[in-house]
């Protein structure tokens, strides 16, 4: 996912590939592997390198990753849900009854924590 997000960044700049390999003084090779996440663990200097030619806060770049690390998760989660359902036997046209059970639970937890 740093990959995506230095080739990204790096387009943003009008930067080619071998502009930063220049600037940075890494290899054009090496940035290369990174942007095609081949190489998915660069070392901290080398990252401070890339994101100070980028002019971006290396927090940003890595926050960037995790936050779509965070959704990759999140969505592998949800098709895991959806594959149990299958492996249930729920059929998608059942799911709205459950949502309306969803939505009775939900109400009856709001009538009871207003009555405490």
């Known amino acids: 996912m740093i990959g995506k997000n230095i080739h990204s ?6 930067l080619t590939l071998s502009e930063l390999a220049e600037r940075t003084g890494i290899s054009k090779s090496y940035l290369s592997n ?12 080398v ?6 030619t980028l002019k971006v806060d290396l ?8 936050e779509a690390e965070n959704k990759q998760q999140l969505e592998k989660e949800w098709l895991d849900f959806i ?34």
């Not at 190489?39 to 200097?45: A, D, F």
């Not at 927090?59 to 995790?66: A, C, G, Q, R, Y």
């Not at 459950?98 to 937890?109: A, C, M, P, T, V």
């Open 9 to 14: 960044i790096r387009k943003q700049r009008g």
């Open 83 to 116: 594959n149990e359902m299958k492996q249930t036997g729920i059929e998608k046209e059942q799911i709205h009854d459950y949502k309306i059970l969803i939505d009775f639970i939900k109400w009856y937890n709001d009538c009871s924590t207003r009555g405490s």
């Open 59 to 66: 927090k940003i770049l890595l926050k960037m990753t995790m």
């Open 47 to 52: 990252m401070e390198k890339i994101a100070s």
């Open 34 to 45: 990174i942007e095609r996440d081949l190489k998915q663990n660069p070392s901290i200097q």
